[in-house]
């Protein structure tokens, strides 16, 4: 059988050369839609079995088996992101395990589009498209955060922190609004700036 | 601006990070006797609203949060959000003892057709 052909919604993007943060395109992922009732024992021992790890129960976090990424989306609902050549495998394993269990395993790969931003500015360009702050605590390695960015539904993972690494995800269709609205707000030049402290104005 | 903290999920956002809902338990007629819903029954349930001045209860959806829908009471005049509650359930006695008159009679109402 012929390897199948994986065209990513912004692989004809070309990365700006003039950004105060780096910005690349996730090709490499896959993704489940998993859906079931934390309640149930069932479920969350069959979903573990099948992952290798727990699936997180508290909101806006995230639990990871070695290259697999299961992402908390709602009390009901997670995004479980692995290497796309194991999406297929990992998936007949979960169906498997939820076989008569009241749940749900879908192939979403090519539902969302992953935009990896990265540098000290990641924090200030997402606070230019949403209401959140995200100086605030709450936002250490591992935190899901769904939001409306830009006017569109999206989702960010905070990777890792110094430098910052934030993984925003955004369905397919809105992945090159969302490229446009990083380039625009990321532009050098464009920094806020307030991240840092002000400098104590001169003393007259 | 209105800043809502969702109660399934705990996230707090400000009013375009959820969605509104409209007035809550409104019933739908149809659902009890499709045929014998009269015009005004089904122009009630779908235009006429309560609109008080004062303390009112609505449906609002976590749309960048968990996703789920929830009831809150709202004062219409000041804004301030009262309480949540689930979307399952009626308002807890305490926020409904705030309520206009017009919320209490419509529980009521509720009640008689239900035991009717
Ligand atoms: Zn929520």
Redesign the pocket.
Known sequence: MSEALIITPLCDREVPANLAISMTEIVDRGMIDLRGLPKDKKFMDAAKAALGVALPTEPRTSAQNGESLCLWMSVDQWLIVCPRKETAALLDKLNKALEGIFSLAVDMSDARSIIRLKGDRVRETLMKGSSIDFTQGGFEPGTVRRMLFGEIAAMVHVVSEEPDVFDLMVFRSYAHHAWDWVEATATKGSEVGFLKPAEAPAVV | MLVIT?P??G?EGEEADFHCGGEAHITRPATENPEGISDEAQRDYIYMRKNPKGVHFERWR?DR??G?WFHACRDTVSMEILGYYGITQKPPATLLKKADPLWQAHFEAQLKKAKS
């Open positions: 969702c399934v999920c996230v976590c949060g968990c789920k």
